[in-house]
């Protein structure tokens, strides 16, 4: 018999759908269970947080959070690997899919619950994966419920500008990378395209970021579309045949935007100050600190210390403005 593992998640979840992609590339038996009214019990049985994706083993054991998923599953399931043979890559790997989780998660949840359109769009369909009935009093009560959560990322008519920016520059960037190559490494799929793929699915999905993304960036919507059911197409690239497009992801991502608002997070938290501020290029952003990400940036650290005597990769890091995070 079969060993089936259940994921319980929402298609509006980016997290869930980021893990659901990966067990379908490592061709993992799952079972794709919904978390509504139906299947709560089974899922508060299971939880240790009220928090999706939750993947039951079929040995009873549960794991949350996506990033330990994953890990735990690549243990468990070597191959075929996400893992580059460079560890200076493996870094880097880890270093965007940080980054989607931490920061790509802003623009994605900001055009969802920012937009009217969106955000109609958005609670019709959590209403329908949550009730068996989604009554127009189900719609607007979740429309509600989110739109008021938008302060949790940092969302503001403030903070709009900054937010839309980096994810337009983004998608841009990350266009021009996957002109020649079908995956951000290379010829296959690595944690940085399940941790992009899974903010970047979501927007995709809703009306205003989704219609700029088929316009500005065609290459994304097809890596996206690919990514939905990842297949090996062949090797891992070189770091030398990835740095031309990469270096401008790190520097304008990652050094430009999420580093300045990691540092200005983690400092928040030591001085227990109830709101961060820091100038994001050029343009004040504000927002209550994460404790959450605080520790994810720890364990970011401690996978550097693994390869910071690699002088190619130190230097990359540093001319791109992403060192400053990890040495500090």
């Known amino acids: 018999m079969t060993a089936v593992y259940r994921l319980f998640g929402n298609e509006l979840s980016p997290y869930s759908v980021k893990v659901r992609s990966y067990l379908r590339f490592k061709a993992i038996p799952h079972q794709w269970i919904v978390r509504n009214a139906s299947t709560e019990d089974e899922f508060a049985r299971y939880a240790k947080l009220p928090l999706i ?7 009873d054991e549960a794991l949350q959070d996506s990033t330990p998923i994953i890990e735990t599953l690549e243990e468990r399931f070597p191959q075929p690997s996400i893992t580059p043979d460079d560890p200076a890559l493996i870094f880097l790997s880890a270093l ?28 019709e369909r959590l209403a329908h994966s949550l009730f068996a009935e989604a009554s127009p009093q189900a719609v607007e009560m979740i429309r509600k419920r ?12 403030a903070t709009k500008e900054v937010i839309e920016q980096s994810f337009q520059r983004l998608a841009e960037l990350l266009d021009t990378h996957l002109a020649s190559r079908p995956y951000v490494f290379g010829a296959r799929p690595s944690l940085a395209d399940f941790g992009l793929y899974g903010q970047l699915y979501e927007c995709f999905s809703d009306p205003t ?15 996206i579309e690919r990514m939905e059911a990842p297949q090996i197409e062949g090797a891992f690239e070189s770091r030398e045949e990835l740095v031309p497009t990469l270096e401008p992801i790190l520097r304008e991502a990652v ?24 100038v994001i290029r050029g343009r004040p952003f504000r927002q ?34 992403c060192l400053h995070a990890l040495s500090a």
Do not use: C
């Open 209 to 223: 970021p989704g219609a700029w993304l088929r316009q500005h960036a065609p290459r994304v919507v097809t890596w």
């Open 255 to 278: 050094g430009d935007v999420f580093v300045p608002w990691t540092l200005a997070n983690e400092q928040a938290l030591r001085s227990g100050h109830e709101q961060l501020e820091v």
């Open 146 to 157: 989110m739109t008021s959560r938008l302060h949790f990322v940092g969302s503001s008519d």
């Open 96 to 123: 965007l899919e940080e980054y989607a989780d931490e920061w790509l998660n802003k623009p994605m949840f900001h055009y969802r619950w920012h937009y009217e359109a969106d955000a109609q769009s958005a609670a």
């Open 53 to 59: 994706p939750l993947l039951i083993t079929p040995s």
């Open 288 to 321: 209550a600190p994460q404790k959450y990400h605080a520790k994810s940036l720890a364990m970011l650290r401690q996978k550097y210390e693994r390869v910071d005597k690699d002088p190619w990769l130190r230097d990359l890091l540093s001319r791109t403005g």
